[in-house]
């Protein structure tokens, strides 16, 4: 087996997308319902809206990524056999993404080395390792990472328990795109409780009018309700992943003044119908989506928890 590391260059943009989602099956080649990896919006996500919101660099998060690829004899080309991420918030956060069978110790030992030398912040590294990786977490024990009680929980709603739009009267759907980006910023910044931190209202601006540009995202997934006023007050973003039949939420928000009138369930049934009905147009079928929380909102709409990565931390001199 020949396997090699190499930074990553802009053309592994797509590549990398494709093998998040490729690698997100079973051994039996079945989309898995207990996910170990990033799916693609996180993938979008961050290297738009998480890098600008926190004004990292193109080329400060790009250094933080790592590749390992195996040399296939038949095709005779380098496939990518795992990988480094990060999402570019200077948290000193890293994520080691594989397909579902266990990297080889040798490769394990080099990512985890990558992870300590290019960690974005001098207060110390955080990894997410899933349960099912044991070799992983012995490793990360025995390089003095311990592991928190906090874990990130991974939360489906089945496409026939989604719930119905049912706006009340004085609310109306539209797509993101009819709304000044700014507009769009301020609700987010409502929404997520920062409203005190103008710099980051600035930068979410400048982070949503980049999201478009990703290869994934859709206009007609990317959802604002706005209120008698024409003011936007809840919004929500899915993304269509194909090749496992099922989407993912990223963002979801309202207005603190506009909750508990149902805005955001409408929300998540409307982003529903649309993947199925795009699915449908394409021949295929969605099963249902994800996120990525278990707060009593998500359950209570029928979401469910079906896996928890824990979280494992270690300190670095600084």
């Known amino acids: ?3 090699r590391f190499r930074p990553y260059f ?26 170990w990896n990033w799916w693609i919006d996180r993938w979008s996500f961050t290297a738009t809206v998480s890098c600008a919101m926190h004004r990292t660099t193109h080329e400060e998060w790009a250094e933080r990524l790592g590749l390992w690829e195996q040399w296939d004899a038949p095709t005779r080309t380098w496939q990518l056999l795992g990988l480094v991420l990060n999402e570019g918030e200077r948290r000193g956060e ?47 024990e025995r390089r003095g990472f311990a ?3 906090w874990q990130e929980p991974l939360s489906w709603l089945g496409v026939d328990a989604a719930p119905a739009l049912a706006l009340p009267p004085g609310y109306r759907l539209v797509e993101a795109h009819m709304v000044d980006v700014r507009e769009k910023a301020a609700l987010h910044a409502r929404a997520f ?16 009018a980049r999201l478009p540009l990703t290869p994934d995202y859709r206009g007609d997934l990317d959802l604002l309700v706005l209120d008698a006023a024409g003011t936007p007050v809840a919004m929500a973003g899915f993304w269509y992943d194909a090749a496992n039949r099922w989407g993912a ?25 649309r993947m ?13 989506m994800w996120v990525g929380s278990d707060q009593p909102f998500y359950l209570a709409v029928g979401f469910a928890v079906q896996n928890r990565w824990s979280v494992w931390q270690k300190a670095l001199p600084r």
């Open 1 to 3: 087996m020949t396997i």
């Open 10 to 35: 802009d053309s592994d943009f797509l590549r990398i997308r494709d093998f998040l989602s490729q690698s997100a099956r079973e051994a039996d080649g079945s989309p898995t319902r207990q996910p």
């Open 94 to 140: 890293a994520f080691i993404q594989s397909g579902c069978a266990e990297l080889p110790a040798p490769v394990l030992e080099e990512m985890f080395d990558f992870i300590e030398a290019h960690t974005d912040t001098s207060g110390g590294v955080t990894l997410r390792l899933d349960p099912r990786f044991p070799q992983r977490m012995a490793i990360a």
């Open 147 to 149: 592991r928190t009680d």
């Open 193 to 208: 409780g920062y409203t005190d931190q103008p710099e980051f209202v600035q930068s979410a601006a400048l982070a949503f």
């Open 249 to 273: 939420l990223e963002p979801l928000g309202t207005d603190p003044q506009h909750r508990r009138l149902g805005l955001a369930r409408s929300l998540i049934g409307e982003g529903m119908r």
């Open 276 to 288: 199925v009905q795009l699915a449908g147009a394409r021949g295929e079928r969605l099963d249902g």
